[in-house]
């Protein structure tokens, strides 16, 4: 992947660090300008955004060609402007109206069932949210999901950056008339962590994650600019550090007066570098409950080469834990052993149960080790803290909708 080198410290280091962030930096990564005669397929440049329109279909059934689209998607979404927007994605809007009456219904009975659902960026309750929308369309209506999922412009765009065997996940959001804008953000993995969490990351991996996820909306209503479509900043997926840089105040600020926002049309959909720079916007219109299928696409080689049942790991190995610390072993020896057996990442989960309240991830399972074993807690307590974590983590007693 194409980055600017703009973190000269970096070359030394090998780290990141949150203050040396440089707003000048910064302004000269984004101030690129996207030109239509590099991309031959799009249509029209609009805010420095990457328009593809009907026109494109026309190149996908000869395999040649179709590769060629492949192509210009992933420069797109590399030394491009980092985001792309297709116009008219799915030509049959009838298939999004069958597919948004089925999140409607998701929502009801989440509702009936006296489910708040909790946000990464948003109050609970504010919006209203379908995690794990993937799995419940299929479950609750699978016709309507296979004529939704056979979207060809879903699938070039997945394949043109993560290649075959992507791994799709999707949540539903509505954000509500009076809904408030995100601030500005990137997205998964490191930017789900705090400024200190994605400082630990050597500045290989802040280079390297984005190539592990594409970050996806599917309009499912007309999104005039008044009922807060997303914000984007072409071309920030370029500035090295900004996983880090995101959570300062001035590039925040510079954000909010230079950023990008496009009207949709139900059926159109973006997709973009999880390192761009985006937020929603507020939803400042009257009746406009703002639907978008936020689609998050995987890489396959996201996943370790073999099975491990770390809850039975960290079940056997608390009481060791227990022993060396009352010996007096050093808190960085303890940790190691945590790493080596505990699951140390939050995700994948079921957001239903484990909700990222009050930070943007779930407590990880070692995080819920260290916990207890920085009290000395009993080992019955930690079983069933893990025991109680796991199923919610796959969601086990969810009621189905």
């Known amino acids: 992947m194409t980055i600017t080198p703009t973190y000269s410290s970096a070359a030394a280091s090998r780290w990141f660090r949150t203050e040396a962030c440089n707003l000048e930096d910064f302004k000269q990564v984004v101030s690129a300008a996207t030109r239509l005669e590099d991309y031959p397929y799009a249509d029209a440049v609009e805010q420095n955004v990457l328009i ?26 590399t030394e491009g402007p980092g985001i792309v927007v297709f116009k008219g994605a799915f030509p049959d809007t009838s298939v999004v109206d069958r597919a948004t009456a089925a999140f409607d219904n998701l929502i009801a009975a989440q509702k009936a ?24 369309l299929a479950l609750a209506d699978p016709e309507v999901f296979a004529a939704y999922y056979a979207s060809d412009i879903l699938a070039l765009v997945s394949e043109a950056w993560l290649g075959p065997n992507y791994q799709v996940t999707s949540q539903v959001n509505v954000v509500n008339p009076g809904g408030s804008a995100q601030r500005a953000h990137r997205d998964y993995h490191l930017g789900f962590m705090s400024a200190e969490q994605a400082a630990a990351y050597p500045a290989h991996a802040h280079l390297l994650t984005p190539a592990l996820t594409l970050q996806g909306a599917v309009a ?40 990008a926002q496009l009207p949709l049309s139900k059926g159109d959909a973006a997709f973009f570098n999880p390192a761009l720079f985006h937020g929603a916007g507020t939803n400042v219109s009257a009746d406009i ?19 491990v ?14 022993e060396l610390k009352s010996a007096g072993s050093s808190e960085a020896a303890l940790h190691n052993i945590i790493a ?12 239903d149960l484990d909700q990222p309240i009050g930070g943007l991830a779930p407590q990880s399972q070692a995080e ?8 000395s807690g009993f080992p019955a307590e930690l079983n069933d803290a893990l025991d109680a974590q796991g199923a ?10």
Do not use: I
């Open 392 to 401: 919610r983590r796959l969601g086990t007693g969810l009621p189905t909708a």
């Open 309 to 322: 049942d770390r809850t039975a790991m960290s079940k056997a190995l608390y009481p060791v834990l227990l």
């Open 220 to 259: 499912h209503c007309d999104m005039p600019l008044e009922s807060g479509p997303t914000l984007y900043l072409p071309h920030s997926h370029k500035y090295a550090p900004g996983f880090l840089a995101f959570h300062r105040e001035d590039f925040t600020e510079y954000f909010q007066a230079n950023y």
């Open 52 to 77: 593809y329109g009907p026109r494109l279909h026309s190149y996908l059934d000869d395999p040649a060609e179709r590769t060629d689209v492949q192509a210009e998607l992933a420069k797109a979404l």
């Open 113 to 136: 069932a006296g489910v708040t659902g909790g946000d990464h960026f948003a109050k609970p309750g504010a919006n209203d949210r379908v995690w794990g929308a993937l799995d419940k």
């Open 368 to 375: 819920l080790v260290a916990e207890h074993l920085a009290r």
């Open 289 to 307: 409950k703002r639907m978008a299928n936020l689609l998050q696409v995987s890489s396959a080689f996201g996943r370790a080469m073999e099975t």
């Open 340 to 351: 080596a057996s505990a699951e140390g990442y939050a995700f994948p989960t079921n957001l």
